[in-house]
């Protein structure tokens, strides 16, 4: 598909998303994010052949978003059992917006587990974004909010800097929608795409990338191009909410 084409399926694919979103109550929203991220006694197997294998994988460059080792999974455990997660040591977490999945919980449970907890700061007009270490689950809420509703440290502010100091073994990816070959559809700056770029020009291994999604945000295809990299691992929750 050539350039202006996917460019405008993705503008067509993320007014769809938005409308979809903007219909999920704030009570749908809330249900979907505390079944993906509670935390429950895990009652499905642990970590199985195929997700050890994924694993070992996710050092090699991945190239398109068709890759047999992208893969979304209805998931009924909270997403701290996952099994990538508990193996990290330095965890990226997005803070979520209203119309993402709610990861307030994942933050506290990276802190005490005693994990290194890293989220995202972004430069206006620009793809760059870094990955700022933060001291406590508390001061997350007290960041300041950019104009796009964003909490993220201040541009001002010295912090540990995770490419700086060891990189990442987890980045929880945000997006508007995702596909089952692990294609993902994002607001349209390229932060994610060319952050994780930088971490293999770096000669660091790539980070494990783990979508959260709302059921609505599943797409039968996202379009993408060349500079979009596919995420490893997308989990949703596939019930519906009770009658």
Do not use: N
Not at 35 to 49: D, E, F, I, P
Not at 52 to 76: D, E, H, L, M, N
Not at 169 to 181: E, N, Q, V
């Amino acid at each position: 598909m050539a350039v202006a084409a996917v460019r405008g399926a993705k503008q067509q694919l993320r007014a769809e998303l938005k409308q979809r979103l903007r219909a999920l109550s704030a009570e749908e929203r809330q249900r979907q994010s505390r079944l993906l991220t509670q935390k429950v006694r895990l009652r499905q197997r642990r970590a199985t052949a195929a997700a050890a294998a994924s694993t070992r994988s996710r050092r090699a460059p991945r190239k398109c978003a068709g890759a047999a080792w992208a893969r979304a999974r209805a998931w009924r455990a909270p997403v701290v059992a996952h099994s990538v997660y508990r193996r990290a040591r330095r965890v990226s977490i997005f803070l979520s917006m209203p119309d993402e999945v709610d990861t307030a919980d994942i933050v506290r449970d990276i802190f005490r587990q005693g994990k290194a907890c890293f989220v995202p700061r972004y430069r206006p007009r620009s793809d760059h974004m870094d990955m700022l270490r933060l001291a406590s689950p508390e001061e997350a809420a007290a960041l300041p909010e950019t104009s796009w509703h964003v909490r993220q440290p201040g541009e001002g502010e010295a912090r540990e800097e995770a490419l700086a100091t060891g990189g990442l073994d987890l980045i929880f990816m945000p997006g508007l929608g995702f596909d089952t070959g692990g294609g993902r559809l994002g607001r349209g700056r390229g932060y994610y795409d060319a952050y994780l770029q930088r971490c293999l020009q770096l000669g660091g291994a790539r980070p494990y990338t783990l979508a959260l999604a709302f059921r609505e945000q599943l797409c039968a295809q996202v379009p993408v191009d060349e500079r979009d990299v596919p995420v490893d691992e997308v989990l949703y929750v596939d019930t519906a909410p009770p009658s």
